[in-house]
């Protein structure tokens, strides 16, 4: 079967289309023919080498999330699975593949209204935004900044906040096109990347999901209200400073408040719980995925280039 690997640390470049026979599941898991693939932020963090120190080596297969339908299943798994059409978290690794293996606790069935391309676009990124807001300690009536809002986490994070009755819910993003996309999506206020302009926008906000992080994430502490919370669900613009937290040291006297969270800290039958939610939600018009672009597999670099470039709007989506 074709997959796609890191053959090298660094730019898109690095990732090669190779040959591997097609893996036996194990006891505990399904094999899955791949409909679609989801390409996330997290992958490209893994390719250009910012995560090495986490055990990532050159020959990994980037990919977490992937739809298709179970064409086999390992011991101790029901085979009532075998022809299900379902979602899958793979974990860090192993989604750029005609056929990718899962934890059978890992997979979702998908509706019947629910394409592929769309579970693996919400399956995700949905369930980011929506412990991020609650890590947060979000209520109805604050006011939520989304730091990098055009990806498919940010996009899903202002639907959920303004579905949750938040007061304002400001975005930061890179052209005025990308911000009326969004106020159609929930935004109230458009800023820029580094969080000024937006007509009466508020001066201050009590939650910021920050999806970027990079070396200008210290500055958005200014924009918290006295006990605001900044939650990072992400760092596709890199980590931030080794000092970040002397930005809110120096603000002492308003009590903010910082966390990074990752799903993986969250129990596997309340992700189950909230993404079929999540997909009801999508199957009623409620929530709403937003596809950049269908890409080949074999085309998973010039994907990861259009994510280094800041083009993509939502989320790309490869398909075997």
């Not at 026979?21 to 505990?28: E, Q």
């Not at 939520?144 to 975005?171: D, E, F, N, P, Y």
Request: proline share 5%.
């Amino acid at each position: 079967m074709k997959a796609v690997a890191i053959q090298a640390f660094g730019p898109p470049e690095g990732l090669a289309v190779i040959d591997l026979p097609v893996p036996a599941p194990a006891a505990g898991q399904v094999l899955i023919a791949n409909e679609a693939i989801g390409v996330g932020g997290s992958d490209a963090v893994i390719r250009r080498g910012t995560l090495a120190g986490y055990g990532f080596k050159e020959g990994h297969i980037p990919g977490s999330e992937v739809a298709g339908t179970v064409t086999a299943v390992g011991d101790g798994v029901d085979t009532s699975w075998v022809g299900q059409r379902v979602w899958a978290f793979t974990g860090v690794n192993g989604g750029y593949v005609e056929q990718a293996i899962a934890a059978v606790e890992e997979i979702l069935p998908l509706p019947a209204g629910l394409s592929a391309v769309d579970a693996v676009t919400l399956g995700s990124s949905g369930i980011v935004a929506h412990f991020g807001l609650s890590h947060a300690h979000f209520a109805p009536g604050e006011s939520v900044l989304v730091r990098g809002a055009a990806g498919s986490i940010g996009i899903m994070t202002v639907q959920l906040a303004a579905r949750g009755g938040a007061g304002a819910v400001a975005v930061t993003t890179s052209s005025a096109e990308r911000g009326d996309r969004l106020r159609k999506l929930g935004a109230t206020h458009v800023l820029d990347r580094s969080g000024e302009g937006g007509d009466d926008a508020p001066s201050g906000y009590d939650v910021i999901i920050d999806i970027i992080a990079g070396a200008d994430m210290p500055s958005f502490f200014a924009r918290l209200n006295p006990n605001g919370r900044m939650v990072a669900v992400g760092a596709v613009g890199g980590m931030p400073p080794a000092d970040f937290g002397m930005a809110m040291m120096a603000a002492f006297q308003k009590s903010m408040s910082f966390a990074a969270f990752s799903a993986a800290t969250v129990a596997e039958p309340d992700r189950r719980a909230v993404r079929t939610e999540q997909f009801d939600a999508a199957c009623r018009g409620e929530l709403h995925t937003v596809v950049h672009e269908l890409l080949p597999l074999e085309q998973a670099a010039l994907a990861h280039r259009k994510m280094d470039t800041g083009e993509v709007f939502g989320r790309i989506v490869l398909t075997p």
